[in-house]
Structure formats: C-alpha cells, structure tokens
C-alpha cells in the first residue's frame, strides 16, 4: 500500500515527518511511502539516513501551508502546496491514503473539496480514539465541523460505530451523546433533537453522557458537535500535562518525594505511554472518499510512524465500504419505518 | 451574617449539609447559619453533635426538590421546598446569603424568580474556579445558560473580572474566550460575534484560548457558554479522578512502586488539597439581586462549609453592588462610544 505523507506539515515538520516517514519503512513492511513537499528539504533532512530506497520516494510539491490561513483560500490559491498533492495522490489512486500533521482545516477543506463526500454523508467528521480506565473510546466530531445539525451528530455516531467495530471488533459499541446531564431533557437545542434521533436509530445507544463518565469508559462511541469535541480534546490534553507537572513539582519539594518519584518513574513511563496521542496515531476523517489521517500538529516522529499505522489499517479494513455500508443500512432502516407507520 | 442552607439539597444530604453546618459556625464565629429543611429530619442528624446553639437553628420546608425535576415545574409547585424556602429568606432579608449543593437548574430559576436580575444583567452565571500551573482561574458560565447570545459572553466578562478583582485584588484581570483556536476568525458563531464586542469593551482581553492553554494559567477569567463551560467542568473532574485512578494502578503492579507510591503519598495529598473542587467550595451565581452559592452535587461536609465561607465572602465585599457598578461602567463606555462616533 501506497500512503502519501504530507511531509511540510506540522509544527516539527519536516524533520519529524521525514524521521517518521523512514521509521515507518522500517517497521512496517506492507507499506511505502511517498514524502510529499520541498524536494531539496526533504532530501536535506533524508541525508545520513539509511532506507530502502525503493519503499520510500519524494513528490515535490512547491508550497506550504501554514497554521494562520483560512482553509478555502488555501484551497483555492496554493495549488501546489504540500496538502493538497498529497490529497490530489489519493484522488488520482496514486496513494491509498494520505496522512497530514498540518493545516487540519485545510486538510479537510481540501479533502472535501478533492474526495468528496461519501454517498448518504452530509458532513464527514474526524474520529479520535482517547483512553479510559477500561481501555479507550472514539470521539466524533473531534473538530472538523463548528456549526452542527441534529442529523450530523446521527451520521457521526452510524460512522463511528461501523469504525470502532471494525477496528476493535466489538459488536455493538454503546453510543452515548456529550451533553450536561443524563436526563434527555437535559442539553442544549442540538443535544435534546440528536437525542431523540439517535433513541430512534438502531444504534446501542446508551443516552448522554457527562464528561466524568466519558473517561471512566462508559461508552465506545462519544458523539457532540466539532467545538465541543475540540475542546474535549484540547481540555483533556492541557489538564492531563498540567497535573503531571503539578505533581511533579509537589513531589520535588521534600527529599522523600524525590527518592520516591525515582521508583514510580517506570510506573508512570507505562501510563503515559498508555495515554499518549502519539501512540494513538491520527484520526481519520470518516465520510469521505478516500482516506485522510489528521495528527496531532505537534507530530513527533513516533506519532507520525503511528499515525501512518492507522492509515494502513484503514484501509486495509475497507473502512470506507464499511461506511457507505452503515449509512444505507441506516437509510434503509428510516425508509421502513416510514412504511409501516 | 445569616447564612440559609439548603439542608435537603445534594447527593450526601442531609448528612453532609448538617455536618457542613456544624463545622462552619465553628470555623467562621461571624455568621449565623439556619438549615432549611424538615425539621426531624435536621434534628435527628444533629443529635449528638454539640455546637453554639444560638448560631445553629432550623427553618422547616416540608417539600425536596429531587435532581430528576424539572426546574419550572419545582418553581410552580413546590413552594415550600427546603431551596425555595432558603432563598425567600433571602428575598427576606432574613439571610444574607443562600447555600445549596441540590439542583443547581431549580436553584438558578428559583433565585431568578424570586431574587431577580441585577439591573443591567440579561442573564446572570455561575462562576467556579478552577486550580491552574500558576493560581486558579474563573470560568464563567459554568452551567446556567445552555444556549447563550454574544452579549451574554461579554456580560460574563464583565461580571467575572469585577468578582476576580475584589476577590484575589488582581487589578485588570485577563480576560479569555474558550475557543478552538486562537486567532479571532476561529470558532463558531457564538464566539466569533463575542470576540468582537470582548474586543471593543474596556476589560484587558487576552483573545481565544483553548483547552490547552487554560490550565496552565494563560488568563484569570475564562468566558463561554454554559454548555461548554459545564462540559469543561466535568471533562476536567472526570478527567483528574481517571489519571489518578488509573497512575495509581499502574504504580501498584510493581513492589518498587508500591514503595515509592508511599514515600510520595503526602505530595499527592497535598496536590489533591490544593485542585479539590471541596476546597473551592461553591460557586456564586453572578448577577441577581441577592447571593446564591451553588455547590457541587457531590459535597461533603467539607464543601459545604468552604462554599459557607464563599458566602460569607462575596457578601462581605458587596459583590452585587461590585457586579452593578461594572455593568452600568459598561454600559456607560458604550453610550460615550456611541456619542463619539
């Protein structure tokens, strides 16, 4: 399998993509890899290195998009940046699947607008895994869309489910709506009708869920809209790195402290390796055509290596037939309903 | 001061509140508490407990609210439960504040009802602190207001710098918007149309900050709507529980780590005592006529006695009056921009 790597992308970009990118060759050994970007950057960062040569190649592409731009002006005025060839790949079946620590607006700008929406999806949604005391959920919409409709949270809990099934195998993963209370009368405007569809829907769907429940993993699947995603996301990654520091600086105040932070140490290297986004990869984009893997902006090399991990699964999978396949399902199962009733 | 406890309200009531109660007029001499309640019930848990009976006395109500009920429906038809009773006694003048750890829906509604909104105030919130790498910051709405208006943001801002002014003597406090990026043209379209009043006003705004940048103490004053600021609250509860939860199992899987989770036991302590949400105790309700303290459904007899020195407290530096002041301040910039332009 061919995965195009958006190789300028990324606040650690290019050296820790093009690291990543040569990792990848390594340990994966169905996989190549395509760098996509400034040729005589990357053959820059790529000297020294030693790497099948014929498993990983360059694709020049002369731009780059940076963090400040507006996706659809990036869309439309910078055709020949990084991103974008590396999107334009998997349209042109060039690449299986494209992987991006940059932009992640624009990266769904230009997906969108290049790959196109799966039939029966009206806005496609970035699906991030994030740990639990019992192992891990999905969240969707982790940022794609700001503004959303009753019925995109419905399609973000059919795709997610169809994704968490087919990657973890479990049957029929509980659904739960993020909302601030678990009576169905409680939520706001957006909640109280994704509520009403989602109890219709013959998804496992288990009501809503609070954000104390979410972590200790009572549901696989944890459908809201992008704003309040994104700032799950960011919350759960700013408290998390703020109570370890805090910790830490607690620990260090007494001798006792310190000698006993040296034996926890190992114990707390496991956790964090456990929680860490960059062993979880990239989030796919779920709904498109094609397959989009959107990291962490601030990439290192491992995070790269797995979020490239997660794109060989994806599409190995067929994750977008196993889609298309639930949305129908889904439309099927409302087209009945409407006949008997 | 005479404080009004909602004895019946909370997970752990009455237990909780009595004890609560006994604590504070211990701690505190300079108020005097009433447990609103029914009166057996009140008596029974207080039996055995010694405490300056003049200080301590009880109010009947024969009615509870349970955290199943609707809000407007509590408001019309129990008219004498134990939070309604608490705050007539406010609207009373027979106590200066109110403290409640029941349901925070029923108590926002009752106070606003019978208590009513401070001139200049479309819609009053709840405004918790959270502990921060540097201090704590105030995040407001922390629930009242589910579905919210620009203007509300900006009242928020301007209501949260008044109280984190007189509180912690922080003289333009930094005032931030949650959002999902930092420059002005990112959010939805709620934070897009506050970022811009926030902007134009005369509060030292900082601009958007996100999860990340919250915690680790990037401003004083962080403003959203009440779905968001709930759903940060409960992210970051659940969150913190789960990491300790889940460190603390990953430490007992080795003897080594058993050992030095001894020797930094009293750095956890000390951590957990420093970021408890008990410590904290409750959270006013900015913008009524009158103090409402609002507590964590979960409070023990240590909450509710902190969130008892809250009360006294805002009481003590005349939030209201601070809160009015600033409003009308507000509205006055605006007049003379106005007869400017």
Do not use: W
Request: proline letters at 3%; glycine letters at 8%; a positive charge.
């Amino acid at each position: 399998m061919i995965i195009a790597l958006d190789a300028m992308g990324g606040d650690k970009a290019p050296s820790a993509t093009v690291a990543g990118a040569v990792e990848s060759v390594y340990m994966y050994e169905d996989i190549n890899l395509v760098l996509v970007g400034d040729e005589n950057i990357i053959k820059k960062h790529l000297r020294g290195k030693s790497y099948p040569k014929d498993r990983l190649s360059i694709k020049h592409a002369s731009q780059v998009v940076d963090m400040q731009e507006t996706p659809t002006i990036a869309l439309r005025n910078k055709l020949d940046s990084s991103i974008r060839v590396a999107i334009d790949m998997v349209k042109n079946e060039e690449a299986g699947a494209v992987v991006s620590a940059g932009h992640s607006g624009v990266a769904l700008t230009t997906s969108l607008s290049l790959l196109k929406r799966a039939p029966g999806v009206d806005r496609p949604a970035i699906a991030a895994f994030m740990p639990t005391l019992k192992g891990r959920f999905l969240l969707l919409d982790a940022g794609a869309n700001i503004n959303c409709r009753p019925i995109n949270l419905l399609q973000f809990a059919i795709m997610g489910s169809a994704y968490y099934s087919a990657v973890l195998g479990v049957q029929s993963p509980k659904v739960a709506l993020i909302s601030i209370g678990e009576e169905d009368t409680k939520g706001n405007d957006l909640t109280k009708e994704a509520f009403k569809m989602l109890k219709a829907s013959k998804l496992n769907f288990i009501g809503n869920v609070e954000g104390k429940d979410i972590f200790r993993g009572a549901a696989d699947v944890v459908v809201c809209d992008g704003f309040t995603g994104n700032t799950t996301l960011k919350i759960s990654e700013g408290l998390a790195e703020v109570i370890f520091k805090m910790l830490k600086d607690e620990i260090s105040k007494s001798l006792v402290g310190r000698m006993g932070y040296l034996l926890i140490k190992p114990a707390i290297r496991s956790f964090k390796k456990n929680t860490d986004y960059e062993e979880y990869g990239g989030a796919p984009l779920l709904g498109i055509n094609g397959t989009c893997i959107i990291c962490h902006g601030r990439s290192t090399s491992k995070a790269i290596r797995n979020a490239v991990r997660v794109a060989n699964q994806v599409v190995k999978i067929n994750i977008n037939k196993i889609i298309s396949d639930a949305i129908e399902g889904s439309l099927n199962d409302i087209k009945e309903q409407e006949l008997i009733n």
